[in-house]
């Protein structure tokens, strides 16, 4: 996990050092480690280096960037490239970037890991390429030479990566299948910026069009709480390279892309009741070898632990291929509706691994609040991700740099309730009403429907089957008790869970993980993600995903045998909860202080003067939206303080204004 930043120039334009530092410098954060940089003239192939050699550079005594600024300026470069690094593979200084080839006609900068590097370094041996570094940096930039920009459909893993190829005077830029890693650029009258975090871009461009709001991406967070529809962020100019993507930027500036991977658009209707076991067999061998990969470090290692299905079925497979020998930790809250440590302790008590609990104060939201919506970027759905962010600090005090998560199994195996939903609707529409209805009755175990409906089939269904009026009868109050609690929704349960896997769901929650944990940094991998385990998923039935009464059934089918039977199959979902009603209540008197301040063309002063309670008890969450989009726009789009608060004597007070100085840009 790393940062990188580049800006390509077209026409008679030329980069300037300055226009690169500053770009590197808005995302030292991402990289603690190393720093390199290059700038080439295409033309004529030239190109400085600093640090060339980091591994001697103390003997050699090389001069920094900044003794040798008006040095590269003077050989006018038209591409300057740099890297922030945050060693996990390979920590020694061989993995520098920008790292070359080694016939040195192409050069990598990268933010990601690719976790098949020892095998596809393997491959490339015998293919006759030699290596003289432990890092899958070094595959990168070979594969590459070997396969041309083929060498991405092999590698299993997650980056956003520029290669620059001097034989072709040719930039690429590319982004992992899912999207794990960001990649933003700008497309400007004189030629293209690029980087991985928005700030980058905006520390480079300063107060031009860019600092304009996305007024469609404002709306539809504000009135539909949706954002990462496309490619378009909520700064007018600025997006994100779409995941799967392979950008080509020639020597005449033109650009061309291709999308090299995408979700398989087919889903089988149906299959065999008699393939179930070998299908759950091999989703067992795919997670188990996806999680094996992402156990690759040269770096400690924790595993993050919720009590819920994905992320125990992580930490299941991590310790039965570590014998043991993994660190975890769990979250645990005071109130019992939130809190899944019963749940957590089974696993720990089945594998006995090491684990951290952390017990986060609600006080965490405002004493974090002014970095967090600055390492945001965009404005976010939830408070809840500022506990997780903060815990995620203490893990990387505690000497960790990877955490694994279970984040992926709910969008791919339909964890959510909307997806039994839609499912439902699905069979209706299809003529399928008693599976409809049977669907309704078995989704809670205390439901009285469902003791209804066990006791009469039991008596009945061998004599009339599900014909019989009395079962019938069952259904169709099942039914209409259904229809009454939800709305007709236009999408399938199918075409739901392929937009939330490539827009909305799934982009943001890389997004804001990607924030999140590089802020600090600490590198999060997700086995759910794999791409293979991706296509599996979207190769089964929707009828194995959402299945009497279950949902994710396959995964809970395939996982019944190396977890507790209370994960397994457990009916409440609880998520990373937050009491959010309870928590605006608590703080009402400041929100409308800080309401009343605002100068936001998308949210009304006096409504939220006045209307505040109302909202708070009827729609918490468009509150917390309103919220999180007027910070957000005071930072980056009005260029003041975010407001930011403390605990002090037990009530939120505002910080001095002195103490947040530096918050700004």
Sequence with gaps: MCGIVGILKSGTSHTRTSELLEYIRAIAHRGPDDEGSLFI??????????????????????????????????????????????????????GHQPFWSADGRACVICNGEIYNYLELRDELKRLGHRFHTASDTEVIVEGYRAWGDECFERFNGMWALAIYDFDKQELILCRDRTGERPLYWVKGHDGVYFASEIKALLSGLGDSVHRKVNSEAAHNFLRQAVSDLDTRTFFEGIEQIQAGTIIRIAKDNQISSRRYWRVPAERPSARSAKEIPEYCGELRRLLRDSVSLRLRADVPVNVALSGGLDSSTVVAMASQLRNGDIDSYTVRFEEPEWNEWPFASAVLTRYGTRNMVVDPPHEWIWENFDRFVIAMEEPFHAPDLIPDHVIRRILAARGYRVSLSGIGGDELFAGYDHYRQLRILDLKRNGRAVRAAREILLASDTSPARAGYRLVTSKLNKITGLRNGAVENLYQLALSQHDAQLRELPASCDDRLKSDIEWSLMPYWLRVGDKSSMAIPIEVRYPFLDHRIVEFAMGLPVDWLIRDGWTKWILRKAVEDILPREVVWRRKKMGFPFPIKQWLCKNAELLKALFSQMDNPFLSTRFWSKRLEDAIEFDPWLVWRSLSFELWHRFYIRGLPVHPVVVSGGRVNPRPSELVASTTL
């Design 41 to 94: 003239r295409r033309s004529t192939g030239e190109f400085a280096e600093f640090p060339k050699n980091p591994s001697t550079r103390e003997a050699q005594s090389i001069p920094s960037i900044d003794e040798n600024i008006a040095w590269i300026d003077s050989k006018e470069p038209d591409l300057a490239i740099g890297h922030r690094r945050f060693s996990i593979i390979d920590t020694s200084r061989d």
